[in-house]
């Protein structure tokens, strides 16, 4: 059974850094992409990052493109999100997903964690 | 980037009905359709990709159809426990990965 857990969600001040981290387990984590997906308080899923399985490829969204940097470490089997620069609006809940497939281009989001929750705010 | 809007915005259905939900893409995107499902508190699970092909342990209640620009989600009795946010999802012309709004499915 495919199991995601997110930890590092926490309140930060505007302009500070956070590390999201996501422990996986039940699959051959080197094989497969890697997302992250945010959704704040009360509204819709906003795609965040992606990682190919090689680290080969990355991809982020405009929104946090300079800020933000997806890693993993395929022999911990732990994704990463690396932070900085946060902004109020970058206020929601992170959620690690597994693709599909192994190079992030043309796949579907086939598992999901629960989330971890980032607050910015002063 | 493609825009992915969806319909209704909420969807008022008695248990054992049927509830049919739209999305509809700004440009083609073939059929790299994705539907999720999100409960209240829970993260989203997986409901079909490619339109049509249902995940693994999604119940047959669960349809979608649609090619290009259209598509369509159909639950053909509804259940309690599928009361719930759908949302689509395009991932034909990536990045980035782009969602619709939701449709929040109701008890009438």
């Known amino acids: 059974e495919v199991q995601l857990l997110e930890s590092g969600g926490d309140l930060v001040q505007p302009g500070g850094s956070l590390r999201l981290s996501c422990a996986a387990s039940g699959f051959t984590f080197s094989t497969y992409a890697m997302t992250w997906v945010r959704q704040a308080p009360g509204k819709g899923l906003e795609w965040v990052s992606s990682?190919?399985?090689?680290?080969?490829?990355?991809d982020y969204a405009d929104s946090v493109k300079g800020r933000f940097t997806i890693s993993r470490d395929n022999s911990k089997n732990t994704l990463n999100l690396q932070m900085n620069s946060l902004r109020v609006e970058d206020t929601a809940i992170y959620y690690c997903a597994k693709n599909s497939g192994t190079i992030a281009v043309r796949e579907v989001f086939d598992s999901w964690g629960q989330g971890t929750l980032v607050t910015v705010s002063s | 980037e493609i825009v992915m809007t969806q319909s209704p915005a909420t969807l008022s259905v008695s248990p054992g009905e049927r509830a049919t939900l739209s999305c509809r893409a700004s440009q083609s995107i073939s059929t790299k359709l994705a539907w999720y499902q999100q409960k209240a508190g829970q993260a989203p699970r997986l409901l079909i990709s490619?339109?049509?092909t249902r995940a693994t342990g999604i119940p047959a209640r669960f349809s979608g159809s649609g090619s290009g620009t259209e598509f369509t989600l159909t639950i053909s009795s509804l259940q309690s426990e599928d009361f719930a946010v759908y949302y689509c999802?395009?991932?034909?012309?990536?990045?980035?990965?782009?969602f619709g709004q939701g449709t929040k499915v109701e008890i009438e």
């Open positions: 490619g339109a049509s």
């Open positions: 990682i190919g399985g090689s680290v080969s490829r990355t």
């Open positions: 999802q395009q991932y034909d012309n990536l990045p980035p990965w782009t």
